[in-house]
Antibody, heavy 119, light 108 residues
Framework: QVQLVQSGADVKKPGASVKVSCKAS????????INWVRQAPGQGLEWMGW????????NYAQKFQGRVTMTRDTSISTAYMELSSLRSDDTAIYYC????????????WGQGTLVTVSS | DIQMTQSPSSLSASIGDRVTITCQAS??????LNWYQQKPGKAPKLLIY???NLETGVPSRFSGSGSGTDFTFTISSLQPEDIATYYC??????????FGQGTRLDIK
């Protein structure tokens, strides 16, 4: 079965960077884009960007351009999302997800990773 | 970017009620719309894809309709386990993928 397992919660100081991992299993990792979606406390869902694990190509939401970097390691079927210059309003749960964007795909989400930015 | 306007932002209903949520896109998105359910502390769960198709394993009391810019999500008979927040999401002309702001549903 398809699974996306994310790294554990993290606490960072303002100005630091955080790197969240997302290990995929149960399918061919290179065959499906990995999206990153975040959710601030009590707020809605916000798409941050995606990575094509096959070629490593990325596309980021304009809001995060210059601060986010999405990478992957195909040898261990793992995607990464690094966010830099953290601010308090980056405190959120970060999800990796294989979103259903065509009828023949499934929709799968990681369990979420809480990132807290606090001095 | 395509903006998704969801309404209402919150809703109280009784068990057995018919519940309707709407989502309006800022431009024509054909039928490229998903509906998600999110319970506290959990990742979102896909209920409806391509505006009107029920995801495998999802109860038939959930349904979706619409195309173009106006979409509707319906629960035909509200059950206690349906208490959650619901989101629409468009995937036409991506990136970016965009979500509605959510509708919080609780029991009256």
């Amino acid at each position: 079965q398809v699974q996306l397992v994310q790294s554990g919660a993290d606490v960072k100081k303002p100005g630091a960077s955080v790197k969240v991992s997302c290990k995929a299993s149960g399918y061919t990792f290179s065959g499906y884009y990995i999206n990153w979606v975040r959710q601030a406390p009590g707020q809605g869902l916000e798409w941050m960007g995606w990575i094509n694990p096959d070629i490593g190509g990325t596309n980021y939401a304009q809001k995060f351009q210059g601060r986010v970097t999405m990478t992957r390691d195909t040898s261990i079927s793992t995607a990464y999302m690094e966010l830099s210059s953290l601010r308090s309003d980056d405190t959120a749960i970060y999800y990796c997800a294989r979103l259903k964007l065509t009828a023949d795909q499934g929709d799968y989400w990681g369990q979420g990773t809480l990132v807290t930015v606090s001095s | 970017d395509i903006q998704m306007t969801q309404s209402p932002s919150s809703l109280s209903a009784s068990i057995g009620d018919r519940v309707t949520i709407t989502c309006q896109a800022s431009q024509d998105i054909s039928n490229y719309l998903n509906w998600y359910q999110q319970k506290p502390g959990k990742a979102p769960k896909l209920l409806i894809y391509d505006a009107s198709n029920l995801e495998t394993g999802v109860p038939s009391r959930f349904s979706g309709s619409g195309s173009g810019t106006d979409f509707t999500f319906t629960i035909s008979s509200l059950q206690p386990e349906d208490i959650a927040t619901y989101y629409c999401q468009q995937y036409d002309n991506v990136p970016p993928i965009t979500f509605g702001q959510g509708t919080r549903l609780d029991i009256k």
